[in-house]
């Protein structure tokens, strides 16, 4: 469920990124992609459709419809509940207007599941100033979820969430560009997942130790800051640096990096290869294995907010095709993406190994592949 | 008292500076490798919305994960 509520977030920041190049608005474009998440016994399959189109140069309109089919057996699943399948329907739509040196959007989201419902609305406003080369984005999402729980008909919360958004793009030489990110996330309400459990020691249990449900604090405030480079290379390549600073009200501390490079191959082809690492601090009332039942006001045993560090190695290709009776596209490229992430715990400990006395138990790591294979038609 | 009229007077001139009309340092037509779509923070927007969804799903981290501002400068 959490993870559904980050969904909700997500749908919140993607109406918000739409990209932002004040003076000018994206072309025509459809995209259609196969997507796949495959680790920690969890998949995610599913298609995602993007289709933007803008009229007399000055209004765009795009929407997306996205799909994720849920197989979970995670460890959380697997050690204190039963595996489920599930679908999660996703639908925006986005707004554009160009004025002069500046672009208004607006946007909306809803996202369906059968125990979570997430609608999103964003307005942004960019402007391109100082002879184009700065660009400043202003930028506002509301969200409004509602969180459900299986077999309980009586049970019914909500989740309210803010996200305020400032960019900046700096053209700096002719080949470098420069971009910074700030966002703040304040969200309220039923933050938790209603079926993870935490562990506490409990002598009378025959394993050493019992479950009783999360609970966590009903609001929570995360600012994050981002910096980026991304430089042309003089034989026609890029290289994109980014560091991202993350903090917020339940004492998450996070850190990322990302290297990317991106290569050209003649007429047709573009290769991307990158590499990302992230680490971060647990929640405060994170633990996992307390002392006892009911040990202090918030109890959390979520492995997203334990301490861990994850390394992505991602590859990828786009090949420009011509496609057989489709002759109104410009263009057209099938793509191919792959990524390959380590997740590493350092305090959420493997409880399918049992036998041993609690909090001796491993600790938990798994490795996941994502796969995303496209088409892009720019008509 | 004297090192203050200088602070000032250098402020000012700062401040003075900063009210002209800023010269782009790079002009519209040296942006061609910048206006090459290789340059885009964000190349295919299906797929960066996906990553960034599998990432907040597995992390404590939120936001400020987007490109948004292309800013090349080059309509």
Redesign the interface.
């Known amino acids: 469920m959490r993870?559904r509520a980050?969904?909700a977030?997500?749908c919140c920041?993607?109406v918000?990124?739409?990209?932002?190049?004040?003076?000018?608005l994206e072309e025509d474009r459809a995209?259609i992609?196969y997507?796949r998440?495959e680790g920690g016994g969890v998949e995610i399959d599913g298609p995602?459709l993007?289709v933007r189109k803008k009229f007399e140069e000055k209004y765009a309109v795009s929407a997306?419809y996205?799909v994720d089919m849920v197989s979970s057996a995670s460890i959380d699943v697997v050690t204190t509940a039963s595996p489920y399948t599930e679908e999660r329907t996703e639908y925006s739509l986005g707004g554009e207007y160009l004025r002069g040196k500046s672009k208004y959007s607006i946007g909306f989201t809803n996202s369906e599941e059968s125990d979570y419902e997430a609608n999103s609305a964003s307005v942004s406003i960019?402007q391109?100033m100082?002879?184009?080369?700065?660009?400043?984005?202003l930028?506002f999402a509301r969200g409004w979820d509602k969180v459900f729980r299986r077999g309980d008909a009586t049970f019914e919360d909500r989740v309210d969430r803010r996200?305020y958004?400032v960019?900046?793009?700096?053209?700096a030489?002719?080949?470098l560009?420069l971009?910074l990110?700030?966002?703040?996330?304040t969200e309220e309400g039923f933050l938790n997942n209603p079926y993870r459990s935490v562990r506490y020691l409990d002598p009378d249990s025959a394993s050493g130790f019992s479950f009783q449900p999360e609970v966590y604090p009903r609001t929570r405030t995360?600012?994050?800051?981002?910096v980026?480079g991304?430089h042309?290379l003089p034989w026609?390549?890029?290289a994109q640096l980014e560091y991202?600073w993350?903090s917020?009200t339940?004492g998450?501390l996070?850190h990322?990096v990302e290297l990317s490079y991106?290569h050209?191959w003649g007429p047709r082809w573009?290769f991307d290869a990158r590499y990302r690492w992230?680490t971060?601090d647990a929640?405060d009332f994170y633990a996992d294995l307390f002392p006892r039942a009911d040990f202090q006001n918030f109890l959390a045993r979520d492995k997203?907010?334990a301490t861990?560090t994850?390394h992505t190695f991602g590859v990828g290709a786009?090949y420009e095709v011509k496609l057989p009776g489709m002759d109104f596209l410009q263009r057209a490229t099938v793509?191919f993406?792959f990524?390959h992430i380590l997740?590493d715990y350092d305090d959420f400990r493997d409880l399918r190994v049992t036998g041993v006395p609690p909090g001796t138990e491993p600790l938990y790591d798994f490795s996941a592949n994502?796969l995303?294979l496209?088409v892009?038609g720019w008509f | 008292m004297r090192n203050l009229r200088m602070v000032l007077w250098l402020a000012a001139a700062l401040g003075a500076a900063g009210c002209g009309p800023i010269e782009p340092w790079v002009k519209p037509y040296e942006r061609e490798r910048l206006a090459d779509p290789i340059m885009s923070w964000d190349r295919d927007p299906v797929s960066s919305s996906y990553v960034k969804h599998v990432y907040e799903s597995r992390e404590g981290s939120r936001g400020a994960m987007g490109g948004a501002g292309g800013g090349c400068g080059c309509n």
């Open positions: 993870a980050v969904l977030l997500s920041c993607a918000l990124a739409v990209p932002a190049r004040a003076g000018v995209d992609m997507h998440y995602s993007l997306n996205y960019a391109d100082f002879g184009d080369l700065t660009t400043v984005q930028s996200v958004g960019d900046l793009t700096q053209v030489t002719k080949s560009i971009g990110s700030w966002e703040t996330v995360g600012n994050a800051l981002a980026r991304r042309f026609r390549a890029a991202r993350y917020d339940w998450i996070g990322t991106t050209p573009i992230y971060q929640a997203e907010l861990m994850s786009s793509n993406r990524d997740f994502v995303q496209f892009s």
